[in-house]
């Protein structure tokens, strides 16, 4: 394909079509008249020879061509974009770009604010979007990282990225407070025969810890499955379940919560968070001030002892 014959400006009518699903709403993000993205589409129709939006009812739907083009049309955009607003030089005090995080619950709760701040104080015109680091988004990482500036993971689960080690956090098993089971302290065998709620649970989706505890022969009864840490305490508190969480989370747990830790009878191992991003940013200087960004925050909120050189 010759790529100097076609018209750029067709991905942006691309993403946005795709985004919204309108001709109307679509023109209007633009600020566009309608029948000039009308004609936009008609291109895009031709070109790919895919109606891409069908009309079911009083609403537009995606084809399935259109459904495998949203996420790349993004990613392409976003690409476009890097390419056309980089500067020779990086001034983050006038600054307007906006920086993409894939994170869990658990970052934004411990380390989330910190950034945020860090980041209004240094570049006021910036913007900080945090988005959650899903399981689907973390297996096709290569692909997705084009387009985002950090993933936020611990390690074993992406490869072929550049990264960073942030921190140090480890992991204690939660239970509720009026659990009598627990008493006399943590077994392997409560380990084994109490229901367990864990995140992240599937054949490529599973905690760093879940990981080392099937490992050491120990395979959970999940009861029920999560994605989000921070709903965890709530799924706790006044059963007879039981789960893992990050230290560091606990601690920010209030006391009335209804949950206590305890440590875990196997070795599981330390977390070792770190961010993740595609080797074409490495030299990238908006994203080097990311990235240190990022690793002066964490050295503010989580201290010396828990910092990785």
């Known amino acids: 394909m010759n790529l100097a014959s076609l ?8 993403d946005a079509l795709l985004q919204q699903r309108s001709v109307t709403r679509a023109a209007a993000q633009m600020g566009l008249s309608q029948p000039a993205l009308s004609a936009s589409l008609a291109r895009l129709r031709r070109h790919f020879g895919d109606e891409l939006l069908s009309r079911v009812g009083n609403e537009y739907r995606l084809t399935p061509l259109a459904v495998q083009l949203k996420e790349l ?17 990086f001034d983050p005090g006038s600054s307007t770009r906006e920086f993409t995080l894939l994170v ?4 934004v709760a411990v380390l989330g604010a910190t950034v945020a701040e860090m980041l209004a104080e240094e570049a006021p015109h910036a913007r900080l979007r945090l988005t959650a680091n899903t ?3 973390v297996d096709r990482a290569d692909q997705v990282m084009l387009g985002t500036d950090l993933l936020v993971l611990p390690h074993g689960f992406v490869t072929g990225l550049s990264h960073r080690d942030l921190y140090r956090d480890e992991w204690v098993c939660v239970v509720a407070a009026d659990n009598p089971v ?6 392997v065998a409560h380990l084994e025969t109490m229901p367990w709620v864990v995140t992240f649970h599937g054949p490529t989706a599973a905690t760093p810890a879940e990981r080392q505890m099937r490992m050491r022969g120990v395979e959970p009864v999940v009861q029920v499955i999560t994605e989000n840490f921070l709903t965890v305490p709530g799924l706790i508190a006044g059963s007879d379940r039981i789960a ?10 209030p006391l009335n919560t209804g949950i206590r830790a305890l440590a875990p009878p196997v070795e599981i191992g330390p977390l070792i968070e770190a961010m993740w991003w595609h080797p074409v940013y490495d030299d990238d200087l908006e994203h080097v001030y990311l990235r240190d960004l990022v690793s002066r925050a964490a050295h503010q909120a989580m201290g010396d002892a828990c910092v990785l050189p």
Request: no cysteine.
């Open 7 to 14: 018209d750029l400006n067709l991905l942006v009518s691309l």
């Open 73 to 89: 049309a993004r990613l392409a955009l976003a690409g476009v974009e890097r390419v056309f607003t980089a500067q020779p030089a």
């Open 104 to 107: 869990s619950d658990y970052w």
């Open 135 to 137: 399981p689907s988004a």
């Open 182 to 187: 627990v008493d006399e302290g943590l077994t």
């Open 244 to 253: 893992l969480l990050q230290r560091h989370l606990v601690e920010q747990v």
